[in-house]
């Protein structure tokens, strides 16, 4: 929810301040399919199907390989507006992981505080659930881990880490630029017009 809002501002602040709509045809990244195809297999991952079908073991390296293939689609495509703050964020959230043999730390007690109790218990009872690993003595950077409540009105809200901050503000920051490449043409149009 918290993801939704924050790029939903971005979004109208870019359309009030100058963007369109139509200019999101002239935004480009390279590589999108790597990203893309990192993504699904995350999704698919950290369900009871895709743990089931790769095995327990597996998850955590496979998390750690396809978040190194979005740092290498985001350091392929830093020159695009936002992505070096998407890509620090990233990074943070890699350290952290790697530090912990491939799961984020969480903190059952940020979990419980915004409303995500099941998690909560599931990290309590089997120390690691989805992509996290029960935060403690044990774990590293625990710092860095999901530790920041954020709740937005509502009784429901999650847990974040410094790098998902991060990478939310470089995504939002994305956004806005995203409706602000004008094509070629307009840009030279634009230059000649007298002031």
């Not at 915004?114 to 590293?140: K, Y």
Request: charged share 10%; net charge positive.
């Amino acid at each position: 929810m918290l993801v939704l809002a924050i790029l939903s501002v971005a979004l109208v602040s870019s359309l009030l301040t100058g963007g369109r709509l139509r200019y999101v045809r002239n935004w480009q990244l390279n590589g999108l399919w790597m990203a893309l195809g990192a993504f699904a297999v995350q999704m698919a991952l950290f369900t009871r199907w895709g743990t089931g079908f790769v095995g327990e073991a597996l998850v955590p390296v496979i998390y750690v390989v396809t978040m190194s293939a979005l740092v290498v689609f985001l350091v392929v495509n830093r020159r695009v507006l936002g992505v070096p703050i998407l890509l620090a964020g990233l990074m943070l959230n890699l350290l952290v992981i790697s530090a912990n043999t491939g799961r984020m730390p969480a903190s059952v007690t940020a979990l419980a505080a915004a409303g995500r109790v099941e998690e909560a218990d599931l990290l309590r009872l089997h120390g690691a659930a989805a992509n996290c690993v029960l935060m403690s003595d044990s774990t590293r950077l625990n710092i860095l881990g999901d530790n920041i409540v954020i709740r937005l009105g509502g009784p429901v809200g999650s847990a974040y880490s410094v790098g998902d901050l991060v990478a939310l503000a470089g995504e939002a920051v994305v956004v806005f630029g995203m409706l602000r490449v004008r094509p070629p043409g307009l840009q030279s149009e634009e230059k000649q017009q007298p002031a």
